[in-house]
C-alpha cells in the first residue's frame, strides 16, 4: 500500500495517483519527454521538480507512465524508492545506455539485466550478514525476451556491471569485469534491483549499447537521447503486457 502521507515528496511533486503501476525509467529528463511525445496518447506532465520530468498517459490503451532517475545510483535509489513506496508503483523499467566491455557485444545492441554488479556500497544499508545479488524481477524479464525476440531485435541476456565511477583511477577495472563474463557498465541498476527487492516491487534494466569501451566506437549524444527506439518499444510492449 503507498503511504500517501508522505506525498508529494521533495523530488517528486505529484498526486497519489499520478503514476501507472509501470513506469519507465530513463536516465535523461529528455529522453523521458521524448518517449512521451512519441508514444504515449494523452500524456500529462505529473513531475518536474529540479528538471526530473514525468509524464503518465496510455500506450496501445494501458495506462503507463515514464519518469527520469538522474544519473547514478543515489539519484536513482531516492526516485525508485519514493515511487515503489509512496507511489504505489509495483514495476520499474530502467531505459539507459550502457558501454560494452565484452567483446560479444557490438554498439547499439540490447542488453537486457539479469543481474547487476556493483563496486557502490549501496547495500551496506541493509545490514546483510554477507554479500547480495542484485537481479532482475524474472517476471519483467521473462516478458522483455519475449518482446525482443518477436522484433527480431539483436539482444543480450547476462550481467551487467553499475559502477559509482565513470572515470576510474584503476585502469584495468574493465578487464576485471570482462573476464567474469560481464557484458557492460552502466550507473544505475543495481539500486534499482535493491530497491524493488526490499520493497517487494519489481525491476528491470534495458539497456542499448551506446559506445564501446574496449573498442572505442561510440554514438552521439544526440542519437542516445532520441534513436534508440527500438530498446523504448520492447519497453513499452514489456509494460503493456503485465
Known amino acids: 500500500?503507498?503511504?500517501?502521507?508522505?506525498?508529494?515528496?521533495?523530488?517528486?511533486?505529484?498526486?497519489?495517483?499520478?503514476?501507472?503501476?509501470?513506469?519507465?525509467?530513463?536516465?535523461?529528463?529528455?529522453?523521458?519527454?521524448?518517449?512521451?511525445?512519441?508514444?504515449?496518447?494523452?500524456?500529462?506532465?505529473?513531475?518536474?521538480?529540479?528538471?526530473?520530468?514525468?509524464?503518465?498517459?496510455?500506450?496501445?490503451?494501458?495506462?503507463?507512465?515514464?519518469?527520469?532517475?538522474?544519473?547514478?545510483?543515489?539519484?536513482?535509489?531516492?526516485?525508485?524508492?519514493?515511487?515503489?513506496?509512496?507511489?504505489?508503483?509495483?514495476?520499474?523499467?530502467?531505459?539507459?545506455?550502457?558501454?560494452?566491455?565484452?567483446?560479444?557485444?557490438?554498439?547499439?545492441?540490447?542488453?537486457?539485466?539479469?543481474g547487476a554488479c556493483t563496486n557502490s556500497n549501496y547495500a551496506s544499508q541493509y545490514a546483510l550478514p554477507g554479500t547480495f545479488a542484485p537481479i532482475a524481477s524474472y517476471s519483467l524479464m521473462k516478458k522483455a525476451i519475449e518482446k525482443a525476440t518477436q522484433r527480431g531485435a539483436r539482444f543480450h541476456v547476462g550481467n551487467c556491471l553499475s559502477s559509482d565511477t565513470f572515470y576510474s583511477d584503476d585502469l584495468t577495472a574493465t578487464e576485471k569485469w570482462s573476464k567474469m563474463g560481464v557484458l557492460c557498465v552502466e550507473m544505475e541498476a543495481a539500486a534499482l534491483y535493491m530497491n524493488a527487492a526490499r520493497s517487494g516491487k519489481n525491476a528491470l534494466g534495458i539497456f542499448t549499447v551506446s559506445d564501446h569501451i574496449v573498442t572505442g566506437e561510440s554514438t552521439s549524444a544526440e542519437e542516445r537521447q532520441t534513436s534508440f527506439t527500438e530498446m523504448m518499444e520492447i519497453a513499452l510492449d514489456t509494460a503493456v503486457s503485465l
Do not use: C
Open 1 to 114: 500500500m503507498k503511504d500517501t502521507k508522505n506525498t508529494p515528496t521533495p523530488h517528486i511533486n505529484a498526486s497519489p495517483e499520478d503514476f501507472a503501476k509501470t513506469v519507465l525509467m530513463p536516465g535523461d529528463p529528455l529522453r523521458a519527454k521524448f518517449i512521451a511525445e512519441t508514444y504515449f496518447d494523452k500524456a500529462v506532465l505529473v513531475n518536474n521538480v529540479r528538471g526530473i520530468q514525468g509524464y503518465t498517459g496510455e500506450y496501445k490503451g494501458k495506462r503507463v507512465s515514464v519518469m527520469a532517475s538522474g544519473m547514478g545510483m543515489p539519484s536513482i535509489g531516492i526516485y525508485s524508492y519514493e515511487l515503489f513506496n509512496f507511489y504505489d508503483v509495483d514495476n520499474i523499467i530502467r531505459v539507459g545506455t550502457a558501454g560494452g566491455i565484452s567483446e560479444t557485444i557490438k554498439v547499439r545492441d540490447i542488453v537486457i539485466a539479469m
